[in-house]
C-alpha cells in the first residue's frame, strides 16, 4: 500500500517531545499536524499524541483527511508495526474516522 501524503514541512527543529509540521494536500489545502511523545513512568516506551487541524470549516466533509494525515504517517514511518502499538480514536476524538478513506 503507497501512502502519498503530498507535501509534509517540518515547522522547526524537532524537540525531544514535539514535532510539529504542515501538511498540504494535492488542491492547496492545509493542515496543522502534531506529535507530542511522552515517555512512559517505566521507561520503557512512549505514549504519542497526534493531532491535525484542517484550516478551513468545510474540511468537516473531507472523508477523514485530518485523521489520514496522522494515520499515513504511523504507516509510513513504520511505526504501526512496533511492538505495543495501539491506536486509540473514535469519532468523539477525531471527527470523520468512521468515514475516512486514507490512501
Not at 59 to 86: H, M, Q, W
Request: charged letters at 10%; hydrophobic letters at 35%; aromatic letters at 12%.
Amino acid at each position: 500500500m503507497a501512502y502519498n501524503i503530498y507535501s509534509l514541512q517540518l515547522l522547526g527543529p524537532a524537540s525531544p517531545g514535539l514535532i510539529q509540521a504542515n501538511h498540504t494536500s494535492g488542491s492547496g489545502q492545509y493542515e496543522s499536524v502534531n506529535f507530542t511523545i511522552i515517555g512512559t513512568s517505566m521507561g520503557m516506551g512512549c505514549h504519542v499524541e497526534g493531532s491535525s487541524m484542517s484550516s478551513f470549516w468545510y474540511s468537516l466533509f473531507d472523508n477523514g483527511t485530518n485523521y489520514c494525515n496522522l494515520r499515513n504517517i504511523i504507516e509510513g514511518s513504520g511505526l504501526s508495526k512496533a511492538p505495543g502499538f495501539v491506536e486509540f480514536t473514535n469519532e468523539w476524538l477525531c471527527l470523520g474516522v468512521g468515514i475516512s478513506a486514507c490512501n
